[in-house]
């Protein structure tokens, strides 16, 4: 059965920096690019960031390029999501998502497993 579990969530201020992490169970990790989303309130689910198995290739959403910064280590089944800089805009529920098989890694489609998602507020 895969897991993958959220955490790091929190209100923060705008200007400050959260880390999240998803710890992933019951899947060949480094076998699956690994993506995160997030949700505003009332709005859609939308992209942040993802990332290949090998790390080899990255990808952010522009609303977050250069703020944000996903990792992953395969050795402990677990990907990141360093946000810096944060903005009251980037409250939302922020989701990881494991997919194995893609077209452009930045769709829901593109993934397979999902977590329950974390609680960001940015507070201004």
């Known amino acids: 059965q895969v897991q993958l579990v959220e955490s790091g969530g929190a209100l923060v201020q705008a200007g400050g920096s959260l880390r999240l992490s998803c710890a992933a169970s019951g899947l060949s990790f480094s076998d699956y690019y690994m993506g995160w989303f997030r949700q505003p309130p009332g709005k859609e689910r939308e992209f942040v960031a993802a990332i290949t198995g090998a790390s080899s290739r990255i990808n952010y959403a522009g609303s977050v390029r250069g703020r944000f910064t996903i990792s992953r280590d395969n050795a402990k089944n677990t990907v990141y999501l360093q946000m810096n800089s944060l903005k009251p805009e980037d409250t939302a529920v922020y989701y990881c998502?494991?997919?194995?098989?893609?077209?452009?890694?930045?769709?829901?489609?593109?993934?397979?497993?999902w977590g329950q998602g974390t609680q960001v507020r940015v507070s201004s």
């Open positions: 998502a494991a997919g194995k098989y893609y077209s452009t890694l930045t769709l829901t489609r593109d993934y397979t497993y």
